[in-house]
């Protein structure tokens, strides 16, 4: 099957010209001004920009986490996710305590199976319990599996919280293999004296899980895990930095030349501290990890992100209804449900309000969403450009497309959207998984052969 996009404005991380792209099976063959090929489709993308497709590297599916699981599936999650042009997911595959880290991957690989996806996917493994999977020896294998990135939770005490010696022993492997360290920077010790003191005091509701996660937690965690990287010697990835102070952190090791890379997420950008307090119960929509922060934290990652002090915007896809999964904390905030439902709009709301806002150019938009992340997760070339040789993942975005967000028109399953209401202008109108058409309009049209990405990592081992 081949298909030529004709007529579109190709914009990548370091290109924005009119070309046509075209298509043969999975991949792109050709890049330029005029091809004059015949083709089986021909798409007419006059007037549309024409981008990678997005990789989301921070997702949670089917993830077993505060007594329940995220309501999507590879299947379900994937569909959301195309919607919005994403294109690759790299999801976190979360290790039970006393579980090898292989039996982890096992089991992550039987939901990828069980539920195919419609897009490529790939695996980074959360070690929670360094001995019981296997030791040092046994994450060096990593690579062998096709994950080469490993993330520590500092956070959640007594469910996936790490201890420092567990952190640094991680850091010292991953020194030695070139994988990358992610790691959920807060203090999760200080933040469970800070639990436990409201409780006392009578405090449920959801605002405080807000006041219990004061940004100096997430600072001191997230300086904390930059020196012990450099300690170790191996690269770090802040997940999710949501305030200030944390982003201070990163902004100072970058200026030393250290190799720390920051993310944050869409919902960081647009939700402030305010919606933990809304009425009866709708603040627990609300309730992820780090908790939405002040007007003034906003601000300062939207600089972070245009003066690349922030490397990459994703999701934290990590989708719990609010009708029965968040209920679990009705009376007691602790028990909610930690996580937002975000996959599908993480372009539409990057476009309006970060390239129509003034805030970055498209070409900083794709690098964001696309072309950081495959770069740094061991994707890159494959994935996060149109060139010849990727994977003919492409999104044919409309700019001038109008969308208001709404719980009823999304694709996951969760039953709630943090940015209901919210209206865009942009939005992909054709999206192409490995040369297949998945969404055409507003319709599914693609079936699910997402694969699983075996990475070989960005960087050669140091030893
Ligand atoms: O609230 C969040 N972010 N839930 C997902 C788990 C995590 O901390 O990333
Ligand atoms: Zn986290
Ligand atoms: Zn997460």
């Not at 021909?42 to 986490?65: K, N, Q, R, S, W």
């Not at 993330?151 to 567990?166: I, P």
């Not at 944390?246 to 997420?265: F, I, M």
Request: net charge negative.
């Amino acid at each position: 099957m081949s298909t030529l996009v004709k007529g579109g404005r190709v914009v990548t991380a370091d290109d924005d010209r009119l070309a046509d792209v075209l298509v043969e099976g999975d991949v792109v063959v050709e890049v330029a001004h005029e091809i004059d090929a015949a083709a089986d489709r021909v798409i007419d993308a006059t007037g549309m920009y024409v981008l990678p497709g997005g990789v989301d590297p921070h997702t949670h599916m089917e993830m077993p986490f505060g007594g329940t699981t995220t309501c999507d599936d590879f299947t379900s999650g994937t569909v959301a996710a195309a919607f919005g042009g994403t294109t690759t997911i790299i999801d976190f595959c979360i290790q039970q305590r006393g579980q090898s880290f292989a039996d982890a991957l096992a089991t992550w690989h039987e939901k990828l199976t069980r539920c195919p996806p419609l897009v490529d996917v790939g695996f980074h493994l959360a070690v929670t319990d360094f001995e019981g999977g296997g030791g040092a020896d046994a994450l060096r294998e990593l690579p062998a599996h096709g994950v080469s990135s490993i993330k520590l939770f500092m956070a959640y005490k007594d469910a996936l919280m790490v201890d420092d010696r567990t952190l640094f022993r991680t850091m010292q492997v991953a020194a030695q293999t070139g994988a990358l360290v992610m790691v959920h920077a807060e203090n999760g010790d200080v933040i469970d004296v800070l639990i436990g003191e409201a409780l006392a005091a009578g405090n449920t509701d959801p605002v405080w899980h807000g006041r219990t996660r004061p940004v100096e937690t997430e600072a001191e965690a997230t300086q904390r895990a930059i020196h012990l990287a450099r300690v170790a010697g191996c690269r770090l990835y802040v997940v999710h930095v949501s305030c200030a102070p944390a982003l201070e952190a990163v902004a100072r090791a970058r200026a030393a030349g250290w190799d720390v890379r920051g993310e944050t997420c869409t919902h960081y950008l647009f939700v402030d501290d305010t919606a933990l307090a809304k009425p009866d119960f709708e603040g627990a929509k609300y309730v992820y990890t780090p908790p939405p922060r002040r007007p003034e934290d906003q601000e300062a990652l939207w600089e972070g992100l245009a003066d690349a002090t922030l490397s990459v915007v994703s999701s934290d896809h990590c989708a719990f209804r609010w009708a029965d999964q968040k209920a679990i904390g009705r009376d007691d905030f602790s028990k909610i449900p930690n996580g937002a439902p975000t996959i599908e709009h993480r372009l539409h709301m990057l476009h309006h309000h970060g390239v129509r806002g003034g805030r970055f150019a498209m070409s900083r938009l794709v690098e964001l969403f696309s072309t950081e992340p495959a770069r740094l997760f061991g994707l890159h070339p494959r994935k996060g450009t149109i060139a010849v040789g990727s994977d003919a993942d492409l999104v044919v975005f409309d700019p001038e497309r109008e969308q208001t967000i709404a719980a009823a028109r999304h694709h996951s399953r969760v039953d709630y959207n943090v940015f209901e209401g919210s209206t865009v202008r942009g939005a992909p109108v054709l999206v192409m998984a490995r040369g297949q058409v998945v969404v055409e309009g507003d319709q599914l049209v693609g079936s699910p052969r997402g694969e699983f990405l075996s990475r070989a990592g960005s960087h050669a081992a140091h030893v």
